[in-house]
């Protein structure tokens, strides 16, 4: 039994030549494949897949589960938000270092605002070549400050950033977030599925843009 978690960030040669194993695979050999986006998988991929959706917990159960563990409220419920609902990836995403590096970014980002050196969001977003979360962390802010301009506060998924999503949506209009947006989501799929792209030339272009 083989275990493949997050399949829908493989690239997609790798998603090819798993696809020739699922097509002539070992004998006696399962393959169970965990992800979150299944339209983001080959068509001739998914074609060979049983599903099983898996639910997560009740939002107000996980958030009484991280307070058992310690977390405070707020923090919980901004977690598990950021994470899908996910309560053990939210767990991971509050422990101190990885929850402070958050917290730097949206400091950084209400200075930027202030300043309109978008450049200064480089370093916050480029710690780790490996690592996705500042990128999450930041189309999570620029669709928070979208359902600010909507009226939609009740969606809101940073639930502990309000005044940093309000600087957002008095800075820029709702047109060019929502471009903004688009165009964040667009860079992180090339970091995903294509290799060897130049992480840092990447997000340099994406702050340039950003007018």
């Not at 938000?81 to 767990?91: D, N, P, Q, S, V």
């Not at 958050?102 to 710690?127: F, H, K």
């Not at 709702?174 to 964040?184: D, K, M, R, S």
Request: with cysteine.
């Amino acid at each position: 039994m083989l275990w493949l978690p997050n399949v829908e960030e493989l690239t997609e040669p790798a998603a090819n030549a798993l696809l020739q194993i699922l097509e002539e695979p070992p004998a006696n050999t399962y393959f169970i494949m965990s992800c979150q986006t299944t339209s983001r998988l080959l068509l001739t991929l998914r074609s060979r897949c049983l599903y099983w959706p898996l639910s997560t917990p009740n939002e107000s159960h996980s958030v009484r589960w991280l307070q058992q563990l310690g977390h405070d409220e707020l923090r919980a419920r901004t977690a598990l938000r950021l994470c899908g609902a996910a309560a053990l990836a939210a767990e991971a995403l509050l422990q101190p270092a990885r929850w402070q590096e958050r917290l730097e970014l949206c400091t950084v980002l209400q200075n930027v605002i202030a300043s309109g050196d978008l450049l200064a969001l480089l370093p916050a977003l480029n710690r780790d070549k490996k690592d996705y979360g500042p990128i999450n962390w930041l189309l999570s802010l620029i669709a928070d400050a979208l359902k600010y301009h909507y009226g939609a506060q009740e969606f809101i998924v940073n639930t502990d950033q309000p005044q940093l999503l309000v600087m957002l949506a008095e800075r820029w209009p709702a047109g060019l977030l929502h471009t903004q947006w688009n165009t964040w989501l667009h860079g992180f799929r090339q970091l995903q599925e294509i290799n060897r792209v130049n992480r840092e030339l990447l997000l340099t272009n994406q702050l340039l843009n950003w007018k």
